[in-house]
């Protein structure tokens, strides 16, 4: 029996049982694991660092995507920059709306791996043909793109040498000139509690070039921390007072198990943790 052990604080610590390896190696970019553990199904870890869990990434996916596909009146062009392992794009895909998504990560070979070892999850996310796959750069991507996006995502890991580039002003600016009149951008924010200091460059660099801008939370279990934060900006929706008034929109949904119009409204609610 072997154990995977997780630190993103110096003070904390959490490990997971691997029950059975799946596969253990690097990519041009990073190392992934992936193992199965009894209660969690298959687990995803990039450099040492859980991504998902068969358990409960759809809480992380479904809240992240579908709040802005949501207060969005007509989202028909989606960006995920990102989210390599399939789980963002699976949502976004439940849109009817939707008329081409175009997804840039930067790892081939992890998509590889995910499509092999992740199938029962994504359901076939990445053979969709409003799917745009390409393996770049983002921030590369949206120096060299003049399309425009009705909802951009964000779905980077924490800032390392990887993913540096999507945690600057240029970037930010890059993405504001690519979003369509009306459009929204989001971006995962880390575990308030234990990395605070994502949450204060979300808010005083990402929300800065914007009008409205803020956050919302999931409690997503696996996570160390519990409470997950995603970024958000626009410069004409408010999300905040989207979500207060109520949205029924989310009916047109199908097969979401954890985001509800409830859930919804409640993620600008949650509070994290002082930090």
Not at 14 to 28: L, Y
Not at 209 to 216: D, K, L
Request: net charge negative.
């Amino acid at each position: 029996m072997s154990w995977f052990e997780e630190c993103i604080h110096p003070e904390i610590r959490q490990s997971i049982r691997v029950d059975k390896p799946i596969f253990e190696g690097e990519t041009d970019f990073q190392t992934v694991s992936l193992f199965d553990n009894n209660l969690l199904g298959r687990v995803l870890v990039l450099d040492d660092a859980v991504q998902i869990t068969q358990f409960d990434e759809h809480i992380y996916s479904e809240i992240m995507v579908h709040i802005p596909m949501v207060s969005h009146p007509d989202a028909k062009n989606v960006l995920i920059i990102g989210a390599g392992d399939g789980t963002v794009l699976r949502e976004v895909l439940k849109h009817e709306t939707l008329l081409q998504v175009t997804m840039v990560e930067i790892d081939g070979a992890l998509v590889k791996l995910c499509r092999e070892h992740l199938s029962d999850i994504l359901q076939g996310a990445f053979d969709d043909p409003r799917l745009d796959l390409v393996i770049d750069d983002g921030a590369k991507y949206l120096q060299e793109s003049h399309r425009e996006f009705d909802v951009i995502i964000i779905d980077s890991t924490d800032p390392d040498d990887n993913s540096t580039a999507l945690f600057t002003d240029e970037f930010y600016i890059k993405c504001k000139a690519r979003l369509a009149k009306g459009g929204i951008m989001v971006a995962q924010a880390g575990c308030p509690a234990y990395q605070p200091s994502i949450r204060t460059h979300m808010s005083e660099r990402m929300q800065a070039h914007f009008r409205y801008g803020g956050f919302y939370h999931a409690a997503v279990p696996t996570y160390i921390g519990g409470l997950h934060a995603f970024s958000w900006a626009s410069d004409t929706l408010d999300l905040n007072a989207i979500a207060e008034q109520g949205n029924d929109t989310m009916r047109s949904i199908p097969k979401t198990r954890y985001y509800t119009s409830r859930s919804h409204k409640a993620a600008f609610y949650m509070e994290p943790a002082a930090g």
